[in-house]
């Protein structure tokens, strides 16, 4: 009940094109839903966040879609460029004053072709 | 604003040895939260401390410890270091529990490396 699943492991798009990264839970205490970007070599970095009150969160190219009733969240990549190139990693947090984690998805590799 | 920080970059132990691991906040943050990335396993959460106290850990042995200090640095403490240990470190910081309790901000972690 704990986990978040990611998919895909690893993904390929050409530059310019729209790179779409999926998570799924179980837990319906989880009430914060971050993605973050990570560099080789690096911390990872936070991207972009929603709250399940919201369907879709936009910052400018990076979107999440949310649907709750799948319990389910993806981030879109709109016009993907070789800088974006690195792992990502989705995450989920449960609303308790007695915990304060973030469990995470397993990443996804992207690549992205120039 | 300087970011999350972390000493030292590298640290290499032999096992059974103990390993410190330090970090400092982002200024004003007073969350500090350790978690480890090891290879094949993800990022797994190891420990959480707010206002010098922890507040909670994760599925991981006594051997892993830590502490928060008054200007909310914090150091995480692995004794009798086994080989599979070996992983980065990462230390995050998040404002109070009052604010954006949520956004968890990650340093640059500490490649630790048991041999």
């Known amino acids: 009940q704990q986990q978040v699943k990611q998919s895909p492991q690893s993904l390929i798009v050409q530059k310019g094109g729209i790179s779409i990264i999926n998570c799924a839970y179980e837990n319906t205490a989880f009430d914060y839903f971050p993605w973050y970007q990570q560099f080789p070599g690096k911390g990872p970095a936070l991207l972009i966040a929603i709250r399940p ?12 879609s949310f649907n ?3 319990k389910q969240f993806s981030l879109h990549i709109m016009d993907s460029q070789p800088g974006d190139s690195a792992t990502y990693f989705c995450a989920a947090s449960p609303w308790s004053g007695a915990t304060n984690k973030l469990i995470f998805g397993t990443g996804t590799l992207l690549a992205v072709q120039p | 604003e300087a970011g999350v920080t972390q000493s030292p970059t590298h640290l290499i132990k032999t096992r059974g040895q103990q390993a410190t691991l330090r970090c400092s906040p982002i200024s004003g943050h007073t969350s500090v939260y350790w978690y480890q990335q090891a290879l094949g396993l993800g990022l797994q959460f190891l420990l959480w401390y707010d206002e010098g106290e922890e507040r909670n850990r994760g599925n991981f042995p006594p051997r892993f410890s830590g502490r928060q200090f008054p200007n909310y640095s914090s150091e995480l403490n692995v004794n009798a270091l086994e080989l599979e ?8 910081s998040s ?6 309790r949520y956004e968890q901000y990650f340093g640059p972690g500490t490649r630790l490396t048991v041999t």
Do not use: H, Q, W
Request: aromatic fraction near 6%; include cysteine; proline fraction near 3%.
């Open chain 1, 53 to 64: 009150d919201v369907s879709e969160k936009k910052e400018g190219r990076f979107t999440i």
């Open chain 2, 95 to 100: 404002p109070d529990l009052r604010g954006a």
């Open chain 1, 68 to 70: 709750k009733s799948a």
């Open chain 2, 85 to 92: 240990d070996s992983a980065l470190y990462l230390c995050a």
